[in-house]
């Protein structure tokens, strides 16, 4: 049994994501709880700024998707300490519809801006801590792996991701649109993927006032050099503040990094307008900033017009990419059903042999046994079965192996 348990933009406001967004630590534990209370066989959890997403599979097929489901659920909102309703804000899929989803989410048609590509290096990140944690079935790492082969195919026959696409890319084009002049004072805080990005467009769109600031302050000094930027130590920020145009920020930082009292207290000695992007989840800055005079707040969420415009010059691209992902899933799911029902049926070979006790080792028998058995392996290999014949595995499993 494959599922999915879905926090995401498309049903899910950003106050409530970032609360439900989970560190690399919060992911190692949840790989060792869910491990340790038994409640799946493999598990991959991927989390951004756009989604958090848990991925399982569980071998039991006496075991309903409800049960765990809402096993799954329970320890994740109780870990979080989230006391509302959950429900409302979640995206749940099974069997082939796992699938599918993984396959468009690297293709970039999950994505806010469609095609983006900073998802495939978010899905390898989070590949890599589910393999150091020993968390994945043999079908989720043969999944994970083959998604990324649907990213690669959907990007090359397509042009889902021609241009400049990525939640950095539309904050730059909306800080072009307020700010005509180049010269504007920025500091970008953050250094990581998002943080680079955002550098890179900003300096083609020939802004040239840049400052970064990073809590690693080599990781300041190495980008600055590359880039011909300026960098600062982050313990300035509130000091650089004062005479900056615009903000901008990207970290990991799970706390918030500059406070509404902060800019109370530099607005006492500033009339000039003050333009904050906060990229991140959780949120840099908080959201009451917007009540004090000439502070404009953007977050991802508000980036959604940009968003729009860019879904409407991709539509035909989308066509053409669901096409592919829909024959790359068909093939998936055949691999996957063939692989559950050769499994079982080795099984029952097994277990009949054990079961008729062939007479004194008979060779004869034997031999006889396994031609069938070989022809019937056979016969199976040639069928496409789908993942959805959970209910035959079931009665196969139930008259074989149970009952001899």
Same mark, same amino acid.
């Given at each position: ?40 066989? !493999? ?119 021609? !241009? ?30 998002? !943080? ?207 009952? !001899?």
């Amino acid at each position: 049994m494959l599922g999915l348990i879905s926090i995401n933009y498309k049903t899910t406001p950003l106050e409530i994501r970032e609360k439900f967004f989970l560190s690399d630590s919060d992911q190692c534990y949840l790989y060792t709880k869910y491990r340790k209370d038994k409640i799946v066989d !493999g598990l991959y959890i991927i989390s951004t700024c756009n989604r958090t997403e848990i991925y399982f599979e569980v071998f039991d097929l006496n075991l309903s998707f409800e049960y765990v489901y809402h096993k799954m659920i329970s320890k994740l909102v109780k870990y979080k300490k989230f006391s509302e309703s959950i429900s409302p804000y979640i995206t749940v899929k099974n069997s082939k519809d796992v699938v599918s989803h993984i396959f468009s989410l690297a293709s970039g048609l999950e994505s806010m801006l469609i095609g983006e590509y900073q998802i495939v290096d978010q899905i390898k990140k989070s590949y890599s801590l589910a393999v150091d944690n020993k968390s994945l079935s043999p079908i989720l790492n043969r999944l994970i792996q083959k998604s990324l082969n649907a990213s690669k195919v959907v990007r090359t026959k397509t042009k889902i991701d021609k !241009g400049a696409v990525s939640v950095s890319y539309a904050a730059v084009e909306r800080i072009s649109s307020l700010h005509k002049n180049k010269s504007v004072s920025i500091l970008n805080i953050g250094t990581g993927e998002t !943080g680079k990005l955002t550098l890179d467009y900003l300096i083609k769109k020939k802004f040239k006032n840049i400052t970064i600031l990073n809590r690693t302050l080599k990781n300041s000094i190495n980008l600055s050099e590359k880039l011909d930027i300026n960098y600062d130590k982050f313990s300035n920020l509130i000091k650089l503040t004062k005479n900056a145009d615009i903000l901008i920020f990207s970290t990991s930082s799970t706390g918030k990094l500059i406070l509404k009292k902060d800019l109370i207290k530099i607005f006492k000695n500033r009339n000039k307008e003050l333009l904050i992007v906060d990229l991140s989840v959780p949120t840099n800055v908080p959201e009451d900033v917007v009540n004090i005079s000439n502070i404009k707040l953007v977050n991802v969420d508000d980036l959604k017009e940009e968003v729009n415009k860019n879904y409407k010059k991709r539509k035909d691209e989308i066509d053409i990419a669901c096409k592919i992902i829909s024959k790359l899933t068909d093939d998936f799911d055949d691999w996957m059903a063939s692989k559950k029902m050769i499994e079982l049926i080795t099984n029952v070979k097994s277990t009949i042999n054990k079961k008729i006790k062939i007479n004194n080792n008979c060779k004869c028998c034997e031999n006889i046994f396994d031609e069938h058995f070989n022809l019937i392996v056979k016969n199976i290999k040639s069928l496409k079965f789908s993942d959805k014949n959970n209910e035959t595995l079931k009665i196969i499993n139930a008259i074989f192996l149970n009952n !001899g």
